[in-house]
């Protein structure tokens, strides 16, 4: 059996290995309670489509606070690594962190990343001094190379952002978990409670998602349900899975049986 | 019955609404407005009177409370036009909510799931029936929902109806006057400060929209907690052959936004809206804009010609919950996010705010309910689940917690 070691990001150790978006909930209350249910103590927030506010009052800030959730912000809807990086410098000085959470998208129809942009605004944050988490293909190469600048973690992309078609290359991911000594998580494409286990039965060691929660019928108890998936998908690797093979073995043993 | 002495913050439809029938009650109203009565959300609104297409699954009460108020707006429609001599542009042409390819026929049927679960009155289109409903629709819509029960009314003239209501009843109507600070002594709201004094009250209404939670005097452990949900939107004018009859929403999941257009009698077509935490952020931007007129035309083709009238941002006064605060502040000994003070609680305030997409909607019921409350103290049932004590009660995340 493998060991359980601790999920840690940047030297901060996590109980949770979900994480989770703020984006797209039905409304604020709906937010903070699938939130609490998920059990994340991470939530990612776009910096370009919510105003920083005074973290009093009403507003994803705030309520963020309330909960004891860490705020990961995010540079989706950046299109070139300087518009990435400007995003990430101007979340720093609003919320004094230095954890990011890196996208720069090549094209909006597949929000695929840009992955030449992704590498250079990887390498100046990195020397900037930010903790980069960054959002990225699940090519095992472009993931080396990111752990390799000094990236926090890897995370990339089960499926398309927001299409729920769960983990379309789980061989990729596979490999990327062999290649990687960074924490490995998948960000984006979980679609419901069984893609999130199949990501830690790959050994992943986080899963990052939001519109599988906030899209559901009933948010809330979708995030209960991927609370519970990621830690039985974690479990599962951990307990080691039992080989595949194509003939029935009985499970009661039949020889030396008395006739 | 002595004549009691109203004063109302915030002349929107919300708080003219009340106004008026506080005032044709024999009331003494009186309501300061920070800028020009209407001209905030309720004249940047669509008028849209939407609850089934708004509905969600985890919004039942909000659901329940717009069913309700849609129910009694061919009363308030009578009452209103007549009181004010103008009509306010009532239609009852119903909604398509429509999609254009197959992954937004995917989001149709999700939505449309949530719809039955909920029992509502909506039917299930082809492409074909819904351009047989509406022939200026794309060719490529492949489904649409139709809400036939949805209904819509001229948001701008019910602004201007409203106002000459309340006038004719004998309301009293400040304009460009700011209310600095809401007097509460030992407990009770006994009048508000502006700029020209002291006006004293026997009774003090918050009908201030996404303004609320900025008025000074309010104890901060009963500030209603709404803010304000920027709104992008734009005019256009139709022209013969782009008569478009029916309110059409979109739903694309290829799009971060959904788009709706609603057509007027007079010939205007409105399209909104972006939704965008933005502060009291009000400018206008190109992406907004781009994507109102990528998502209206990609829905009617035929817009690409018609002249562009007017453009426009507006402020949603948003609640956590997107339901509106309406009625006391009940007496309550803790307080979550207050504890452990006991939290203040205030006699003769009524708080009618937070209406977030919904005010044009909820304008009736609220007008109704909010004043029998003021006149005879009776809280009804309707508008018993949304006063300000249900974020408070055991705590914000203690609502609607799942059932395993």
């Known amino acids: 059996m493998k060991q359980m070691p601790e999920f840690k990001i940047a030297e901060q150790p996590y109980q949770s290995r979900l994480l989770i978006g703020t984006a797209g909930y039905p409304n604020f209350h709906v937010m903070t309670q699938a939130i609490a249910a998920s059990g994340a103590e991470i939530a990612t927030v776009s910096m370009r489509r919510v105003k920083f506010t005074e973290t009093s009052g009403e507003n994803v800030f705030a309520l963020l606070r309330e909960l004891g959730i860490k705020i990961l912000p995010n540079t989706a809807g950046c299109f070139t690594a300087k518009d990435a990086i400007l995003t990430a410098h101007l979340a720093r000085e609003a919320l004094e962190t230095t954890l990011i959470k890196l996208e720069v998208i090549g094209d909006e129809q597949t929000q695929f990343p840009d992955v030449a942009q992704l590498l250079t605004a990887a390498e100046t944050l990195v020397k900037d001094g930010f903790t980069v988490l960054p959002y990225c293909n699940d090519d095992p190469i472009t993931c080396k190379k990111l752990a390799d600048i000094g990236c926090a973690a890897v995370m990339p992309l089960g499926a398309p952002i927001g299409s729920g078609m769960g983990i379309r290359n789980p061989y990729n991911i596979q490999i990327i978990r062999e290649l990687v000594q960074v924490p490995l998580i998948v960000d984006a494409g979980v679609g419901t409670a069984s893609d999130a286990a199949i990501a830690m039965e790959l050994g992943c060691d986080g899963v990052l998602l939001n519109t599988a929660v906030a899209k559901a019928h009933r948010p809330v108890l979708m995030a209960e349900a991927m609370k519970k998936a990621v830690e039985a998908g974690r479990a599962a690797f951990l307990a080691g899975r039992i080989p595949r093979k194509l003939y029935a073995t009985a499970s009661s043993p039949q020889v030396g049986m008395i006739a | ?404």
């Open chain 2, 1 to 404: 019955m002595e004549k009691r002495n109203v004063i109302i913050i915030g002349g929107g439809v919300i708080g003219l609404g009340i106004g008026w029938q506080l005032a044709k009650a024999g009331a003494s109203v009186t309501i300061y407005e920070r800028d020009k009565a209407g001209r905030a959300a309720s004249w940047a609104a669509a008028g849209m009177l939407a609850p089934l297409a708004e509905a969600h699954s985890e919004e039942p009460e909000l659901l329940k409370l717009g069913c309700q108020s849609l129910a009694r707006y061919p009363q308030w429609v009578r009452e209103l036009e007549a009181d004010a001599q103008m009509p306010i542009g009532y239609r009852v042409e119903g909604t398509l909510i429509v999609g254009l390819e197959a992954d937004d026929t995917d989001q149709l049927r999700h939505l449309y799931t949530a719809q039955q679960h909920l029992g509502l009155d909506v039917n299930w289109l082809t492409g074909r029936d819904a351009r047989d409903i509406e022939p200026a629709l794309s060719p490529r819509v492949t489904a649409a929902i139709h809400c036939a029960r949805d209904h819509q009314v001229d948001n701008r003239l019910m602004v201007n109806a409203l106002q000459r209501a309340y006038q004719a009843c004998g309301g009293v109507l400040h304009e460009n006057s700011i209310v600095e600070r809401i007097a509460i002594k030992n407990g009770v709201a006994t009048g508000v400060q502006t700029e020209g004094g002291f006006h004293k009250a026997d009774v003090v209404v918050l009908a201030a929209g996404c303004w609320a939670a900025e008025i000074e005097g309010l104890p901060d452990a009963i500030r209603p907690p709404v803010r304000p949900v920027k709104g992008q939107m734009l005019a256009l004018q139709m022209e013969t052959g782009i008569a478009i009859k029916t309110v059409i929403r979109t739903i694309r999941a290829r799009y971060p936004m959904s788009v709706y257009l609603v057509p007027r009698s007079d010939g205007r077509l409105i399209v909104g809206a972006t939704s965008e935490e933005m502060g009291f952020d009000t400018r206008l931007t190109a992406g907004g804009v781009f994507e109102l007129l990528r998502g209206a035309w990609e829905a009617v083709p035929g817009v690409y010609e018609l002249p562009i009238l007017e453009t426009w941002a507006g402020l949603r006064p948003g609640s956590r919950d997107n339901a509106p605060i309406l009625g006391k502040v009940p007496k309550l000994t803790s307080f979550a996010r207050a504890a452990p003070c006991p939290r203040p609680s205030v006699e003769n305030l009524i708080l009618a705010t937070g209406h977030y997409r919904n005010g044009i909607l909820l304008t009736p019921i609220t007008a109704y309910e909010i004043a029998k409350l003021i006149l005879t103290g009776e809280l009804s049932e309707a508008i018993a689940p949304f006063q300000l004590d249900r974020f408070f009660v055991g705590g914000v995340l203690q609502r609607n917690s799942p059932k395993l």
